[in-house]
Protein backbone atom coordinates (compact mmCIF):
# COMPACT_ATOMS: atom_id res chain seq x y z
CA UNK A 1 0.00 0.00 0.00
CA UNK A 2 1.51 3.13 -0.86
CA UNK A 3 0.84 7.15 0.61
CA UNK A 4 1.23 10.46 -1.32
CA UNK A 5 1.75 13.34 0.66
CA UNK A 6 2.86 16.04 -1.03
CA UNK A 7 3.59 13.84 -4.25
CA UNK A 8 6.30 11.30 -2.13
CA UNK A 9 5.67 8.04 -2.98
CA UNK A 10 5.73 6.04 0.65
CA UNK A 11 5.06 2.22 0.40
CA UNK A 12 4.15 0.43 3.26
CA UNK A 13 5.07 -3.41 2.66
CA UNK A 14 5.84 -7.06 4.10
CA UNK A 15 8.88 -5.84 6.02
CA UNK A 16 10.13 -9.34 6.14
CA UNK A 17 10.57 -10.03 2.63
CA UNK A 18 9.97 -7.20 0.55
CA UNK A 19 12.21 -4.20 2.20
CA UNK A 20 15.31 -6.66 1.86
CA UNK A 21 15.26 -7.15 -1.90
CA UNK A 22 16.01 -3.72 -2.62
CA UNK A 23 18.87 -3.15 0.08
CA UNK A 24 21.63 -1.34 -1.38
CA UNK A 25 24.94 -1.87 -0.67
CA UNK A 26 26.24 0.92 1.83
CA UNK A 27 27.92 3.65 0.54
CA UNK A 28 26.52 3.76 -2.80
CA UNK A 29 23.45 5.44 -1.74
CA UNK A 30 21.20 6.29 0.44
CA UNK A 31 21.32 3.17 3.69
CA UNK A 32 20.46 2.58 6.92
CA UNK A 33 22.92 2.22 9.64
CA UNK A 34 22.10 -1.38 11.18
CA UNK A 35 24.02 -0.70 14.22
CA UNK A 36 21.40 1.19 15.78
CA UNK A 37 18.32 -0.43 18.27
CA UNK A 38 15.80 -1.88 16.27
CA UNK A 39 14.02 -3.38 19.87
CA UNK A 40 12.78 -0.48 22.42
CA UNK A 41 11.20 -0.82 25.80
CA UNK A 42 8.91 2.25 27.14
CA UNK A 43 7.12 2.94 30.16
CA UNK A 44 3.63 3.72 30.01
CA UNK A 45 3.34 7.87 30.64
CA UNK A 46 6.99 8.27 30.01
CA UNK A 47 8.05 9.72 26.38
CA UNK A 48 9.84 7.41 23.84
CA UNK A 49 11.98 7.82 21.38
CA UNK A 50 12.61 5.70 17.60
CA UNK A 51 15.92 7.03 16.47
CA UNK A 52 16.60 5.70 13.05
CA UNK A 53 20.05 6.71 11.75
CA UNK A 54 20.58 7.11 7.77
CA UNK A 55 23.48 7.28 5.73
CA UNK A 56 24.09 8.83 2.29
CA UNK A 57 20.50 10.62 2.58
CA UNK A 58 21.38 13.04 -0.17
CA UNK A 59 17.78 14.13 -2.08
CA UNK A 60 15.54 11.71 -0.34
CA UNK A 61 13.00 12.11 2.70
CA UNK A 62 12.79 10.06 5.73
CA UNK A 63 9.57 8.99 7.24
CA UNK A 64 8.09 6.76 9.96
CA UNK A 65 4.78 4.71 9.46
CA UNK A 66 3.17 2.97 11.92
CA UNK A 67 2.39 -1.11 11.14
CA UNK A 68 -0.55 -1.44 13.31
CA UNK A 69 -2.91 0.64 10.86
CA UNK A 70 -0.20 1.29 8.21
CA UNK A 71 -0.52 4.97 9.48
CA UNK A 72 1.55 7.87 7.75
CA UNK A 73 3.21 9.72 10.79
CA UNK A 74 6.32 11.68 9.94
CA UNK A 75 7.68 12.70 6.48
CA UNK A 76 11.10 14.86 7.07
CA UNK A 77 10.46 17.11 10.30
CA UNK A 78 6.79 17.24 9.64
CA UNK A 79 4.19 15.93 11.45
CA UNK A 80 1.59 13.58 9.33
CA UNK A 81 -0.95 12.80 12.29
CA UNK A 82 -3.57 14.87 14.28
CA UNK A 83 -2.36 12.84 17.20
CA UNK A 84 -0.33 15.43 19.18
CA UNK A 85 1.41 12.66 21.28
CA UNK A 86 3.33 12.06 18.02
CA UNK A 87 6.18 14.32 16.66
CA UNK A 88 8.71 14.32 13.92
CA UNK A 89 12.38 15.40 15.57
CA UNK A 90 16.17 15.96 13.52
CA UNK A 91 18.57 18.47 13.83
CA UNK A 92 20.29 20.15 10.65
CA UNK A 93 23.16 17.72 9.51
CA UNK A 94 22.05 14.84 11.64
CA UNK A 95 22.27 11.51 10.37
CA UNK A 96 19.16 10.75 13.02
CA UNK A 97 15.37 10.85 12.65
CA UNK A 98 13.51 10.47 15.26
CA UNK A 99 9.83 9.67 16.32
CA UNK A 100 9.26 11.12 19.79
CA UNK A 101 5.78 9.39 21.40
CA UNK A 102 4.87 11.42 24.51
CA UNK A 103 2.42 10.10 26.99
CA UNK A 104 2.87 6.21 25.52
CA UNK A 105 0.42 3.35 25.76
CA UNK A 106 0.58 -0.12 25.99
CA UNK A 107 -1.51 0.12 22.93
CA UNK A 108 1.60 1.72 21.09
CA UNK A 109 2.98 -1.53 21.53
CA UNK A 110 4.16 -2.54 17.82
CA UNK A 111 6.09 -2.05 14.70
CA UNK A 112 7.02 0.93 13.49
CA UNK A 113 9.16 1.29 10.10
CA UNK A 114 11.62 3.93 9.23
CA UNK A 115 11.80 4.48 5.32
CA UNK A 116 13.69 5.95 3.07
CA UNK A 117 12.31 7.34 -0.22
CA UNK A 118 13.60 5.66 -2.91
CA UNK A 119 12.45 4.28 -6.24
CA UNK A 120 10.88 1.55 -4.81
CA UNK A 121 11.36 2.72 -0.74
CA UNK A 122 13.06 0.72 1.24
CA UNK A 123 12.23 0.66 5.48
CA UNK A 124 13.72 -0.63 8.39
CA UNK A 125 11.27 -2.01 11.09
CA UNK A 126 11.50 -0.72 14.78
CA UNK A 127 10.12 -2.93 17.44
CA UNK A 128 8.52 -1.08 20.22
CA UNK A 129 7.31 -2.50 23.98
CA UNK A 130 5.27 -0.11 26.24
CA UNK A 131 5.61 -1.64 29.74
CA UNK A 132 3.67 -0.78 32.94
CA UNK A 133 5.81 -1.68 35.92
CA UNK A 134 4.49 -4.25 38.41
CA UNK A 135 4.78 -4.13 42.03
CA UNK A 136 4.41 -6.88 44.46
CA UNK A 137 4.88 -7.79 47.68
CA UNK A 138 5.58 -11.38 48.28
CA UNK A 139 2.98 -13.57 50.69
CA UNK A 140 0.09 -10.51 49.71
CA UNK A 141 -2.68 -10.04 50.75
CA UNK A 142 -2.00 -11.11 54.11
CA UNK A 143 1.33 -12.39 56.16
CA UNK A 144 1.10 -14.04 59.74
CA UNK A 145 3.58 -13.95 61.89
CA UNK A 146 4.37 -15.00 65.62
CA UNK A 147 5.24 -12.47 68.08
CA UNK A 148 8.75 -12.34 68.90
CA UNK A 149 10.19 -13.66 65.40
CA UNK A 150 11.27 -11.57 62.66
CA UNK A 151 8.86 -9.87 59.80
CA UNK A 152 10.15 -10.65 56.65
CA UNK A 153 8.68 -8.65 53.87
CA UNK A 154 10.16 -8.90 50.40
CA UNK A 155 8.61 -5.93 47.45
CA UNK A 156 9.87 -6.63 43.95
CA UNK A 157 9.38 -4.36 41.00
CA UNK A 158 8.92 -5.64 37.44
CA UNK A 159 9.22 -4.79 34.08
CA UNK A 160 10.26 -1.15 34.89
CA UNK A 161 13.03 0.21 32.16
CA UNK A 162 15.54 1.43 34.97
CA UNK A 163 15.89 0.56 38.69
CA UNK A 164 13.26 3.22 40.98
CA UNK A 165 15.46 5.78 41.93
CA UNK A 166 13.83 4.92 45.35
CA UNK A 167 11.94 2.86 47.16
CA UNK A 168 9.59 3.86 50.10
CA UNK A 169 8.11 1.69 52.99
CA UNK A 170 5.43 2.74 55.41
CA UNK A 171 3.67 1.39 58.08
CA UNK A 172 -0.28 2.39 58.38
CA UNK A 173 0.43 5.08 56.03
CA UNK A 174 3.81 6.41 58.10
CA UNK A 175 6.91 6.78 56.41
CA UNK A 176 9.19 4.05 58.64
CA UNK A 177 11.74 5.68 60.32
CA UNK A 178 14.60 3.37 60.29
CA UNK A 179 16.28 5.29 63.31
CA UNK A 180 13.35 5.14 65.23
CA UNK A 181 13.54 3.91 68.77
CA UNK A 182 12.12 0.74 68.09
CA UNK A 183 15.53 -0.61 66.55
CA UNK A 184 15.83 -3.90 64.58
CA UNK A 185 14.34 -2.76 61.47
CA UNK A 186 16.58 -2.96 58.22
CA UNK A 187 16.47 -2.39 54.71
CA UNK A 188 18.07 -3.92 51.82
CA UNK A 189 18.23 -3.21 48.06
CA UNK A 190 18.98 -5.14 45.15
CA UNK A 191 19.07 -3.51 41.91
CA UNK A 192 19.17 -4.93 38.48
CA UNK A 193 16.33 -6.63 35.41
CA UNK A 194 14.18 -6.67 38.75
CA UNK A 195 14.06 -4.39 42.00
CA UNK A 196 13.73 -5.95 45.14
CA UNK A 197 13.64 -4.91 48.44
CA UNK A 198 13.45 -6.27 51.84
CA UNK A 199 12.17 -5.04 54.69
CA UNK A 200 12.75 -6.83 58.09
CA UNK A 201 11.21 -6.03 61.33
CA UNK A 202 13.04 -7.99 64.75
CA UNK A 203 11.48 -8.92 67.35
CA UNK A 204 7.97 -8.32 66.55
CA UNK A 205 5.28 -7.27 68.75
CA UNK A 206 1.37 -7.13 68.14
CA UNK A 207 1.91 -2.86 67.20
CA UNK A 208 3.93 -4.03 64.26
CA UNK A 209 0.49 -5.57 63.22
CA UNK A 210 -1.12 -3.52 60.09
CA UNK A 211 -0.52 -2.74 56.38
CA UNK A 212 3.09 -2.08 55.06
CA UNK A 213 3.11 -0.60 51.54
CA UNK A 214 6.17 -0.33 49.72
CA UNK A 215 6.10 2.24 46.97
CA UNK A 216 8.47 2.74 44.18
CA UNK A 217 9.01 6.33 42.69
CA UNK A 218 8.50 4.95 38.85
CA UNK A 219 5.95 2.52 40.17
CA UNK A 220 2.50 1.75 41.67
CA UNK A 221 2.55 0.74 45.24
CA UNK A 222 2.19 -2.32 46.67
CA UNK A 223 1.06 -3.45 49.99
CA UNK A 224 0.30 -6.30 52.30
CA UNK A 225 -1.62 -6.61 56.09
CA UNK A 226 0.33 -8.03 58.51
CA UNK A 227 -0.87 -10.09 61.20
CA UNK A 228 1.14 -10.58 64.66
CA UNK A 229 -0.18 -13.30 66.68
CA UNK A 230 0.45 -14.74 69.70
CA UNK A 231 1.52 -18.58 70.08
CA UNK A 232 2.36 -20.89 67.02
CA UNK A 233 0.47 -20.14 64.20
CA UNK A 234 -0.36 -22.50 61.59
CA UNK A 235 -1.68 -22.02 58.07
CA UNK A 236 -4.58 -24.38 57.40
Not at 145 to 164: D, F, R
Not at 189 to 206: C, D, F, H, N, Y
Amino acid sequence: MCLFPGGIALCVRNFRTDFLEEWPTPGTGPHFDTSMHSNYTGLVGKTVYLVCKVKNLGNRTVSWVRHRDIHLLTVGRYTYTSDQRFEAQHFPHSEEWTLRIRYPQRKDSGIYECQISTTPPIGHPVYLTIVEPITIIIGAPDLFVNKGSTINLTCVVKYAPEPPPMMIWSHNTEVINFDSPRGGISLVTEKGPETTSRLMIQKAVPSDSGIYTCEPSNANPSSIKVHVVNGKWHET
